[in-house]
């Protein structure tokens, strides 16, 4: 009883106890430029604090019908399962391989960076027998790679990053695609970091199951996997010969909950939910296309204030994603040192390597409302600060004169 009293109580010095006492939760205000989560749109916070109803409340149901509306909207997709997985990206990547891979299933995997080796992890706890393409992190699987995969298996899933977080590597997939249709199986994509931040479009391409994350180009908290699957991949779903070994993932199970009947399947995040629903109707009235020439622009004009300061990018120049711009790291420059600097002098937080790539990029995400002139001139001036804090030659202004010499024209 002793014990239990003093691991409930903060005992004094005096040894008067008394209940220990907690600050009111302030958190600092950051501008939010890593890979993810990216800053909250205002709109969404506030939807986020409406008043909760029930999961199975009428009122909800019509919120769950436009989320699924302006879901189809955002995937550019009619297929009839697209819906918000209650977790992170991370769950709709689970979602999307424990669906489609049975134990003994042949999967080709695109590993070119963290997260095609994590669908690579993944994929093999489903017991399925993974068929890796690995390239360098910073380049793209080359089609001819998957088409050579295909022809020595029987593969039933092709799985590809379409942005490759780790890298800032954008993935061309219309030749995959059309590679994994010919030889018969599912093509699964990643679509995490873009989403809504460059051009992406599901039925277009024939992606038979593409998930994604509410954190990243949506401007929503993290805490939903939008995913969206065709009616091939559920007919493969429904078909299987053993269960889908996650329960709550089971998308033959979550479909009922989120289709006319709305059978129960789990209590659904709520304010998530009316947070992602106002932060995809935000995306509707700017208009995709606009959205994404947006993200293209502020990203081609960072790269040229990166450029001019005398940094290289990472990934390859024709396969760029406009939501995350790698930064190599010039030598004699210390990685954590400038990201501090940042953090601190700046409150900027960009991101690190990850993997192969620690230590040796930066990771700048540019990603819904920020994606802007303004947050563009602010991260070069405090990046070509913090460099010099660490005696790297920069001309003062250089970087910054660049991308508004490119925002000029």
Not at 137 to 151: I, M, P
Not at 185 to 202: H, K, N, P, Q
Request: some cysteine; aromatic content about 8%.
């Amino acid at each position: 009883m002793t014990q239990l009293f003093k691991s409930c109580y903060y005992v004094s010095d005096d040894k008067v106890p008394g209940l220990k006492s907690y600050g009111e939760l302030n958190p600092p205000s950051r501008l939010l430029l890593g890979p993810g989560p990216s800053n909250v749109d205002p709109r969404v916070l506030k939807a986020m604090v409406s008043p909760l109803v029930g999961h199975l409340d009428p009122y909800f149901f019509e919120i769950m019908n436009d989320t699924v509306e302006l879901l189809r909207y955002a995937f550019k997709t009619n297929n009839k399962l697209t819906i918000p997985v209650s977790g992170t990206g991370s769950a709709g990547m689970e979602a999307a391989l424990y669906n489609t891979v049975e134990p003994g299933d042949e999967v080709v995997v695109g590993m070119n960076g963290y997260f095609g080796e994590r669908m690579n992890e993944i994929a093999s706890r489903c017991g399925g027998k993974v068929i890796g393409i690995k390239e360098d992190w910073g380049k793209v699987v080359r089609k001819e790679a998957v088409e050579d995969a295909l022809e020595k298996s029987k593969a039933k899933v092709v799985a590809i990053v379409h942005a490759e977080t780790s890298t800032g590597a954008l993935q061309p997939l219309h030749e995959i695609s059309k590679l994994a249709h010919e030889y018969g199986a599912l093509l699964l994509v990643d679509a995490v970091t873009s989403l809504t931040g460059c051009e992406l479009d599901v039925d277009a391409l024939q992606i038979d199951v593409c998930y994604s994350g509410s954190q990243k180009c949506l401007n929503c908290p993290p805490g939903l996997s939008p995913i969206t699957f065709n009616e091939k991949a559920m007919n493969k779903v429904l078909a299987r010969n053993t269960k889908v070994p996650s329960w709550y993932l089971d998308m033959s199970l979550i479909d009922k909950y989120w289709s006319e009947g709305r059978a129960y399947h789990h209590t659904a995040p709520i304010s998530m939910i009316y947070a992602l629903r106002e932060a995809l109707r935000i995306v509707y009235e700017e208009g995709l296309e606009k959205r994404w020439a947006r993200h293209k622009k502020n990203s081609q004009a960072f790269i040229e204030g990166i450029e001019a300061m005398g940094l290289k990018m990472h990934a390859e120049k024709e396969h760029r994603l406009p939501s995350l711009n790698s930064v190599a790291i010039p030598t004699g420059v210390t990685d954590t040192n400038v990201r501090s600097t940042l953090l601190n002098d700046f409150n900027i937080e960009v991101g690190g390597g990850l993997g192969a790539l620690r230590g040796k990029i930066w990771r700048v995400g540019l990603m819904g409302i920020n994606s802007n002139e303004k947050t563009v001139i602010i991260a070069l001036e405090a990046l070509e600060r913090a460099l010099r804090k660490e005696g790297y030659k920069v001309t003062a202004g250089e970087g910054v004169r660049a991308a508004a010499d490119f925002f000029s024209k």
